[in-house]
């Protein structure tokens, strides 16, 4: 009874991590696109409420994931699982470093949003910046990689 319990609240963790993160950064990609800042305003503005999402999501997922290998007996130092600390301390940090980054950049566009909505060359430098982008996409990745690990456990 317990493993199921460990194993639905595991799996409901992942669904909001995964979820959350992935909506997250298809929002911010959606953001560059669009031709007037307003628009890139109110997708970035619709990643804030995701972001508790994805932090509780990660945190029971890390909890029941925690309480899982304990009931099924899996050593916590398992090379998957080292692998998967590797990336969650990946994940804190840059996700730390991006979402300061995507902050500023949302509060850029709703600026400009609210000063005639015209185009900006800075909005659009720092919508389109290859490092903020880098980093949002390794933050997916490391996600993909999360639940690949937890799926076939190398």
């Known amino acids: 009874m317990a493993r199921d319990w460990a194993l639905f609240l595991h799996l409901l963790g992942v669904l909001l991590f995964v979820g959350g993160g992935v909506a997250a950064t298809s929002l911010r990609l959606l953001a560059i696109g669009k031709a007037r800042p307003s628009e890139s305003a109110v997708l970035l503005r619709a990643v804030r409420p995701l972001v508790p999402l994805v932090g509780g999501g990660l945190l029971l997922t890390l909890g029941a994931g925690v309480w899982l290998a304990h009931e099924l007996g899996v050593p916590y130092d398992a090379s998957w699982l080292r692998w998967t600390y590797v990336l969650v301390a990946w994940l804190l940090v840059v996700g730390a470093v991006a979402g300061r980054s995507d902050r500023r950049t949302r509060e850029l566009a709703e600026r400009v949003a609210t000063q005639?909505?015209?185009?900006?060359?800075?909005?659009?430098?720092?919508?389109?910046?290859?490092?903020?982008?880098?980093?949002?996409?390794?933050?997916?990745?490391?996600?993909?990689?999360?639940v690949a690990l937890m799926v076939w456990k190398p």
């Not at 909005?123 to 996600?143: E, I, K």
Request: charged share 25%; proline share 3%.
């Open 116 to 146: 005639g909505d015209g185009t900006s060359e800075e909005l659009t430098r720092r919508l389109r910046d290859p490092v903020a982008l880098a980093l949002d996409l390794s933050m997916l990745g490391a996600t993909i990689a999360i």
